[in-house]
């Protein structure tokens, strides 16, 4: 157990240590979001009734932040350390496969929380928010960020070059946020865009936290954490069996 | 009393390669042991199946009587290893990379056995620096200071002198030998060859992933190697008689005579007068591992 503790303390200081880069920058990229759409569609689009644009654009912009922070921490932490050989640290001592998940994917879910609660903060004084039901917000985060951490281990260990990590979170990552209904409601495509976007695990992590600040969203939230949870259950059964085989780990 | 190490029967294949073919090999507590082998011989593949960083295609792996898949936890425990890389994690300084590879050994509260090798390895006055900051000596010797974090009673040191220079590395193995007077035992890996002479109570040689000699430092300088003559001549001869069978090498007006006896320099020095041969200089050489090294490695 120490060896985890020790492993998700080391992965926390790591982020900490570059902090700007880590926790400041999504931050202010997000309000640079917020600022900008909600400046241009203000006065132009109400996703739900009652709910300014900017308001509805908080939950998903935290939301989007959170996701993309918990895949680049643990993704890149692991490529770093194994372009640099370091990993030699981590898989030397005694420490199991689970203990090595379960802590690349907490610091993961930590630096994403982080990152979250600090857009989160900034946006308070730009809009009025209302916090309809914060077990779903905070059940949505954990869920969502272990998601995106655990598919950030995957990354990590697949990649062989930066090249190939910024493929998988430019091709793959930055598409399923970005339509997954960050800057809008899936009500306002046209039906059969609405139908794609349910294959879309992201969609139900931004909807159902979504749901969580007013109490309104496109889909039941039960419904999302249900398909939110059985995607996470299934990538760390994938994940873990990775770790298990030692693949491209331990040769 | 149970081996440091017991390998027994392990093979590993990379692709079309035959990294390690059938090796056996055991190391008794408290050795000072030698592995040597050329480049790609299986050396280091050998130490990662028992540090569990490869996985063997077949055979077992136990330190101190653990097997390192089994029992991986307590095999890992017991083990140390320098790694052949200069590696580093750039995040963090001397001290708080010791204090995580403490954490990750389970042991908290490290601090006075931390400073004690940093002492000892000459690395207090950079225990603040990133890691970033030192030098490769340094790297390297703090590699070796996050193998011993743990006080494991087996060490392995894959090639830990490379790219040293002459002070670090004297400093580096009177600290080695003494923690093998402790009572650890010191597995090591290396290309210079009178390091593991000097060192070694015990050597085996790989070649081709298979153990190919095995034994005392003493007995495989007895068996393999010879005492050596070297002249220079003033012009080239050709060698007659007995005299050619105690020829090793030959380069240019330059020749080395391999001996067992000192009565037998005379003989030799009469033997280059009657082939015309006149002496510039000449210098007397003592049986070395190098000697054995490349007499084993082509012998097999």
């Known amino acids: ?251 | 009393m149970i081996p440091a190490i017991r390998i027994a029967g392990v093979t590993k294949r990379f692709r079309s390669l035959q990294a390690l073919a059938g090796v056996d090999l055991e190391v008794a507590q408290g050795e000072f042991f030698g592995l040597l082998g050329p480049n790609g011989a299986g050396k280091t593949t050998l130490i990662s199946s028992l540090a569990g960083l490869a996985r063997p295609d077949s055979g077992t792996l136990e330190v101190m009587g653990h097997d390192v898949v089994k029992d991986y936890r307590a095999a890992r425990l017991a083990l140390g290893v320098v790694p052949q890389e200069l590696v580093f994690d750039p995040f963090f300084s001397v001290r708080e990379m010791l204090k995580i590879q403490s954490g990750y050994f389970g042991i908290r509260n490290n601090d006075d056995w931390i400073d004690e090798i940093l002492h000892h390895l000459d690395l207090t006055g950079k225990a603040g620096a990133n890691m970033r900051m030192l030098s490769g000596g340094m790297k390297r010797r703090a590699l070796v200071a996050q193998a011993l974090v743990h006080r494991p009673p087996v060490i392995v040191l894959d090639e830990p002198t490379a790219g040293v220079d002459v002070e670090l590395r004297q400093g580096l193995w009177q600290f080695i030998r003494k923690l093998n007077q402790d009572g650890h035992t010191i597995v090591l890996t290396t290309h210079y060859l009178e390091e593991a002479e000097t060192l070694c109570g015990r050597i085996a040689m790989l070649k081709a992933g298979r153990v190919v000699a095995l034994d005392t430092t003493a007995n495989l300088l007895q068996r393999f190697a010879s005492h050596t003559l070297r002249v220079s001549l003033a012009e080239p001869i050709t060698l007659a008689g007995p005299l050619a069978g105690k020829l090793l090498r030959a380069e240019g007006n330059t020749l080395e005579f391999g001996f067992d006896a000192f009565d037998e320099v005379a003989d030799l020095l009469a033997g280059v007068r009657t082939c015309g041969g006149k002496v510039m200089d000449m210098v007397l050489g003592k049986p070395d591992m190098e000697q054995v090294f490349v007499g084993i490695m082509n012998q097999n």
């Open chain 1, 1 to 251: 157990m120490e060896g985890f503790k020790t492993l998700l303390y080391k992965e926390c200081l790591r982020f900490w240590k570059v902090g700007f880069q880590t926790v400041l920058s999504p931050v202010l990229n997000a309000v640079l979001y917020l600022l900008i759409f909600g400046h241009v569609l203000e006065d132009h689009v109400q996703p739900y009734p009652g709910v300014s644009y900017t308001a509805f654009l908080v939950p998903g912009l935290v939301m989007m932040t959170v996701l993309q922070n918990a895949f680049a921490n643990s993704s890149s932490s692991l490529i770093q350390s194994k372009i640099t050989g370091n990993i030699v640290f981590v898989l030397l001592p005694p420490i199991s496969y689970r203990e090595f998940y379960a802590a690349y994917v907490l610091a993961a879910v930590l630096r994403a929380t982080l990152c979250g609660i600090g857009v989160l903060l900034v946006s308070l004084p730009l809009t009025e928010l209302h916090f309809a039901a914060p077990g779903w917000i905070i059940a949505f985060t954990l869920m969502g960020g272990a998601f995106l951490g655990s598919l950030g281990v995957i990354a990590g260990i697949w990649a062989d070059k930066f090249d190939q990590l910024a493929a998988f979170q430019n091709f793959l990552i930055m598409p399923l946020t970005m339509l997954s209904g960050v800057f809008y409601s899936i009500h306002s495509l046209p039906a059969v865009w609405q139908g794609v976007s349910h294959f879309n695990p992201f969609f139900f992590m931004i909807d159902g936290f979504r749901y969580g600040f007013f109490g309104v969203s496109d889909v039941s939230p039960w419904t999302s954490f249900g398909v939110v949870s059985v995607c996470f259950v299934v990538l760390a059964a994938i994940t873990l069996q990775m770790l298990a085989r030692g693949y491209k780990l331990r040769a």
